[in-house]
């Protein structure tokens, strides 16, 4: 049988591939229902929340009352005031209050400063506010007054008198160091002072009786202002 024998050809099979490595998964272990726990998330309690609220209650409580001491020690009794007499004495009262303040924070100078004329504004203002207001008890706090007098002294009575000293060449030294800007030091008040009335006396002439007026009256407060115990001058 001469026929030639086909040759089969061997099919070549690629071999398999390497099996795949699966991914790491990291999984979060759920953790047992009968081992969770019912209390709530960390965080702010309710109880925290309230002590921030109570603190900051009381906080805000003891600085309105302090406030209103403040106020209430100059603020009117409305008894028998119509209502726009109650809006005026009530104006007047935080007026009292401000020029309280400012009149417990500065002091007076000779030479009188922008601020000292300010306040002697301010003081002049208040009285008239106060002489508006005739259906309450409103008050002065304790020695208002007579501070307002020394800041109005140097604002008004004595701004003649220190005109001419400005103007004058060749001032005595006790008179130049009571004009500086700014309150005279107490051992400066206490050696000098005798002089500066004898000066003001020849410089000012009429005017000087003002000044005479004003230590017999008002040295005591001036020294008490500045801190400075003086003996009254007679």
């Not at 209650?57 to 302090?66: E, W």
């Not at 417990?104 to 207001?133: H, N, Q, W, Y």
């Not at 060749?170 to 000098?192: I, Q, R, S, W, Y």
Request: with cysteine; proline share 7%; glycine share 4%.
């Amino acid at each position: 049988m001469g026929g030639s024998r086909k040759k089969h050809k061997t099919k070549v099979v690629d071999p398999l591939p390497p099996p795949k490595t699966p991914k790491k998964c990291h999984r979060i272990q759920e953790i047992p229902e009968s081992e969770r726990s019912v209390s709530p998330p960390p965080g702010y309690s309710n109880q925290s929340c309230f002590s921030c609220y109570f603190v900051f209650f009381i906080f805000t409580f003891l600085v309105g009352l302090m406030v209103g001491i403040n106020v209430f020690q100059c603020h009117p009794h409305h008894d028998g005031c119509s209502k726009a007499e109650q809006v005026v004495a009530r104006h007047c009262a935080m007026k009292l209050e401000r020029t309280r303040h400012m009149v417990e924070t500065t002091i007076p100078d000779f030479s009188m400063t922008p601020i000292g004329r300010d306040i002697a504004e301010k003081c002049m203002d208040m009285e008239d506010c106060l002489s508006a207001v005739r259906c309450s008890d409103l008050r002065f706090p304790h020695r208002l007054p007579e501070r307002c007098k020394i800041f109005k002294f140097f604002h008004i009575d004595f701004a003649a008198c220190r005109d001419k000293i400005i103007e004058t060449d060749n001032l005595p030294t006790c008179v130049k160091k009571f004009m500086v800007a700014g309150p005279v030091p107490c051992d400066v008040l206490k050696e000098h002072l005798e002089c500066y009335k004898e000066s003001i006396g020849k410089i000012c002439d009429n005017e000087s009786s003002v000044f005479h007026y004003f230590v017999k009256t008002h040295i005591e407060d001036y020294g008490d202002m500045i801190g400075c115990e003086l003996n009254k001058t007679e």
